[in-house]
């Protein structure tokens, strides 16, 4: 069978931690993630730790699962703001929350999410039930001193309000920022950290890159939001842990400083963002 993956790049001079990925879902073909092979490809270029997020019930039982597993892995549970409309027309969603707090009490746990707003693939009949889903997480987030992990697309003025209502939790992440440099600011004014994904390499995201420009560099993170948003030059390939060393060179270049510095802040902000370190794996 031909290998899907593009190759590897150079290895980073220091470790980071890719803080939002998906090893549970198929790539293209249908083929399912072999994770050991994941996790020994990423910690071949320094991505030594990886944060596993839960996207519904299922998924989020199999990254608390994973994460008990595996020493460099952690998980975050969530039901995807896509999910609750289709659980709330089923009658389901508030017996699904109940379950993902429960789900968070667990000591593999680091963060609920990711959960937010999304208002491209959800139209306005479904909003109720994204609303009452987020604000149901961001008081999981509170109960339980978890990182609140959130989803904005093309939501931003109602996710700032709604955080506004309900009070932002401690540590919250901002998954593969998305907006502008005034929403950016925003964010950072309420104390989030932002995490940029491989989008921000693609040629038509000046604005993101803008974004990036304006962070300090205690509030930047990295994710692949794997096995999406592949980094340039593989866009159209499956996405993967061992990829960021592509996004974090490109990030290192409009931030302004030294790859190794940027991969050390990473790190740092990484532990800060999502409640301590965690052992890399062995």
Same mark, same amino acid.
């Given at each position: 069978?031909?290998?899907? $993956?593009? %190759?590897?790049?150079?290895?980073?001079?220091?470790?980071?931690?890719? #803080?939002?990925?998906?090893?549970?879902?198929?790539?293209?073909?249908?083929?399912?993630?072999?994770?050991?092979?994941? +996790?020994?490809?990423?910690?071949?270029?320094?991505?030594? @730790?990886?944060?596993?997020?839960?996207?519904?019930?299922?998924?989020?039982? $199999?990254?608390?699962?994973?994460?008990? %597993?595996?020493?460099?892995?952690?998980?975050?549970?969530?039901?995807?703001?896509?999910?609750?409309?289709?659980?709330?027309?089923?009658?389901?969603?508030?017996? *699904?929350?109940?379950?993902?707090?429960?789900?968070? =009490?667990? !000591?593999?746990?680091r963060g609920v999410?990711?959960?937010?707003?999304?208002?491209?693939?959800?139209?306005?009949?479904? @909003?109720?039930?994204?609303?009452?889903?987020?604000?149901?997480?961001?008081?999981?987030?509170?109960?339980?001193?978890?990182? +609140?992990?959130?989803?904005?697309?093309? =939501?931003?003025?109602?996710?700032?309000?709604? +955080?506004? !209502?309900?009070?932002?939790?401690? @540590?919250?992440?901002?998954?593969?920022?998305?907006?502008?440099?005034? /929403?950016?600011?925003?964010?950072?004014? @309420?104390?989030?950290? +932002? &995490? /940029? *994904?491989?989008?921000?390499?693609?040629?038509?995201?000046?604005?993101?890159? #803008?974004?990036?420009?304006?962070?300090?560099?205690?509030?930047?993170?990295? %994710?692949?939001?794997?096995?999406?948003?592949?980094?340039?030059?593989?866009?159209?390939?499956?996405? =993967? &842990? /061992?990829?960021?060393?592509?996004?974090?060179?490109?990030?290192?270049?409009?931030?302004?400083?030294?790859?190794?510095?940027?991969?050390r802040d990473i790190? =740092? #902000?990484?532990?800060?963002? /999502?409640?301590?370190? $965690?052992?890399?794996r062995i």
């Open positions: 069978m031909t290998d899907p $993956w593009p %190759e590897a790049p150079e290895p980073l001079p220091s470790p980071v931690v890719d #803080n939002h990925c998906h090893l549970d879902h198929r790539i293209k073909g249908g083929l399912l993630i072999d994770v050991d092979d994941a +996790l020994d490809r990423a910690a071949a270029v320094n991505v030594t @730790r990886i944060v596993q997020v839960g996207c519904d019930l299922e998924g989020s039982h $199999w990254a608390v699962r994973t994460a008990r %597993e595996q020493p460099s892995v952690v998980a975050t549970v969530a039901l995807h703001p896509n999910e609750a409309p289709r659980l709330a027309a089923e009658g389901t969603l508030e017996q *699904a929350l109940e379950e993902i707090d429960t789900l968070a =009490a667990d !000591e593999a746990v999410g990711e959960t937010g707003l999304d208002y491209f693939r959800t139209g306005p009949d479904g @909003r109720e039930a994204q609303h009452l889903s987020f604000r149901e997480h961001i008081r999981m987030a509170h109960r339980h001193d978890r990182t +609140l992990v959130i989803h904005d697309r093309e =939501a931003h003025d109602d996710v700032l309000r709604v +955080l506004d !209502e309900e009070g932002m939790p401690p @540590r919250t992440v901002m998954h593969c920022f998305s907006g502008d440099e005034q /929403f950016a600011r925003e964010c950072l004014d @309420r104390g989030a950290y +932002l &995490s /940029f *994904a491989g989008t921000v390499t693609f040629k038509n995201a000046e604005t993101l890159r #803008n974004a990036l420009r304006v962070t300090p560099r205690d509030r930047i993170l990295v %994710e692949t939001d794997a096995p999406f948003l592949t980094p340039t030059p593989h866009r159209g390939r499956p996405n =993967a &842990s /061992f990829l960021v060393p592509l996004t974090v060179r490109f990030m290192a270049g409009i931030a302004g400083i030294s790859v190794d510095e940027l991969c790190v =740092a #902000n990484t532990d800060r963002a /999502f409640g301590g370190p $965690w052992p890399d």
